[in-house]
């Protein structure tokens, strides 16, 4: 069972256009993380989100997580080929004294010139 | 400053054979967790360890078992590999707290034939 879904799986793009990715969940995170995976590398976060309503900007990425602390939306403005990759959210659960990351099947975006 | 690094990158192993995987922290980081990456997929945590004991685990069998050492170096072990083993494995490393965020390393890629 995936506990985070991701949406689109897939998307292509041409350079210029807007785009906005999502992730829900019926669970409720202490916190959100938003990761972008190039090919044969590790993800790389981007942004975590903790408080329910939060907006974070990191240039012209823009990052919500939901009120109620169980989506994210991820919206790029004016996409370039360079945004290309894999976007990954993850929740983090805290059990058993530590937290764990709980991941998305992630969203493929591709830009294209 | 290093971050995680990860050895080796690449490791082709048959059925049945036992298997290590090395990862180093990021300095100054003190928690480890292990994920598995299947093609088209998002990581799926295996395990995190932390103070050399193993704290969380996910739903992953016995086969796979993990240390980590006085100096928050971690090992990762599978026995027994299976076709379905092959994958992306990927450590995060992270301070031990709420709300923390786990920086990855560039994974092992395993290919099982």
């Known amino acids: 069972t995936q506990l985070l879904e991701q949406s689109p799986q897939f998307l292509s793009i041409q350079e210029g256009e807007n785009l906005t990715v999502y992730c829900n969940s019926s669970?409720?995170?202490?916190?959100l993380q938003w990761y972008r995976q190039e090919p044969g590398e590790g993800p790389v976060l981007l942004v975590t989100?903790?408080?329910?309503?939060e907006v974070k900007k990191l240039k012209r990425l823009t990052f919500q997580f939901g009120d109620a602390r169980k989506d994210s939306s991820l919206h790029i403005t004016a996409a370039q080929p360079g945004d290309t990759g894999l976007y990954l959210c993850?929740?983090?659960?805290f059990g058993g004294g530590s937290e764990k990351l709980v991941f998305g099947k992630g969203t493929k975006l591709t830009v294209n010139p | 400053d290093a971050g995680v690094t990860q050895s080796p990158t690449h490791l082709i192993k048959t059925r049945g054979q036992q298997v290590t995987l090395r990862c180093s922290p990021k300095?100054?980081?003190?928690?480890v967790s292990w994920y598995q990456q299947a093609l088209g997929q998002g990581p799926q945590f295996i395990f995190q360890?932390?103070?050399?004991?193993?704290?969380q685990r996910g739903n992953f069998p016995d086969r796979f078992s993990g240390h980590q050492f006085p100096n928050y170096s971690s090992e990762l072990n599978v026995n027994a590999l299976w076709l379905g083993d092959s994958a992306l494995y990927l450590c995060?490393?992270?301070?031990?707290?709420?709300?923390?965020?786990?920086?990855f390393g560039q994974g092992t890629r395993l290919t099982v034939v």
């Open positions: 995060a490393s992270s301070l031990v707290a709420r709300d923390t965020e786990a920086f």
């Open positions: 669970s409720v995170f202490s916190s």
């Open positions: 989100v903790v408080t329910g309503g």
């Open positions: 993850a929740g983090a659960r």
């Open positions: 300095s100054g980081h003190d928690t």
């Open positions: 360890y932390y103070e050399e004991e193993e704290r």
